[in-house]
Structures are given as C-alpha cells and as structure tokens.
Nanobody, 121 residues
Framework: QVQLVESGGGLVQAGDSLRLSCAAS????????MGWFRQAPGKERDVAAA???????YYADSVKGRFTISRDISKNTVYLQMNSLKPEDTAVYYC???????????????WGQGTQVTVSS
C-alpha cells in the first residue's frame, strides 16, 4: 500500500525558509509524478509545485522564484524548499503522488496526511 509521510512544517517568520520532506513507500516511485499541494483556511486545495518522473518541474505563479521542488529517487523522497516565506503561504501542505503527471495536477491517487506551515508577519 502506498504511503506518503510529510515532515518539516512549523511556525516561522516572514522572510524565513523551511524545507518540507515527503517520504514515499509501497510503490516504485521513480516512475511517479510527485507534487506539493496546499490548502489555506477557507480556500481550496491547490497545487504549489510538481515534478515529473524525469525531473521536469511546475510551479504556481504565487511561489515561482521562492519555492523549489526536488526529489531523491534513491531515498523515495521529494522535497519542497521554501524561501522568502510570506504570511499568505500559511497553509496545510500535502504531498501527493500519481503514476500520471496530468492526473497528479488534477486528482492525485495518493495523498499524505499534511503538515502545517504557519508564517507570521
């Protein structure tokens, strides 16, 4: 059974950095697309960043230039490096995975439990 476990969230001040990690198990993740979604209170869950099996990346406009998604295939882990954090980045961040990139962007098959990121002003 596929499992995704996030870590690295917390409370930081505006301008600080955080790195989220997502450890995957139960599948051959080298061929999966992986992504980070986020959901702020009262808002829909949206994709923040995604990475294909061969390393191509996507970023939402709101995080472009500040966030970097990467993956370590040998560790079945995907990371989200978040720099220059803003209060509007406050959300629950979810790791997601799917065999197909286009499906990942819309309705991933697998989700982590989420990790809270809070940015104070």
């Amino acid at each position: 059974q596929v499992q995704l476990v996030e870590s690295g969230g917390g409370l930081v001040q505006a301008g600080d950095s955080l790195r989220l990690s997502c450890a995957a198990s139960g599948g051959t993740f080298s061929s999966y697309a992986m992504g980070w979604f986020r959901q702020a209170p009262g808002k829909e869950r949206d994709v923040a960043a995604a990475i294909t099996w061969d390393g191509s990346t996507y970023y939402a406009d709101s995080v472009k230039g500040r966030f970097t998604i990467s993956r370590d295939i040998s560790k079945n882990t995907v990371y989200l490096q978040m720099n220059s954090l803003k209060p509007e980045d406050t959300a629950v961040y979810y790791c997601a995975a799917d065999r197909t990139y286009s499906v990942l962007r819309r309705a991933p098959a697998y989700w982590g439990q989420g990790t809270q990121v809070t940015v104070s002003s």
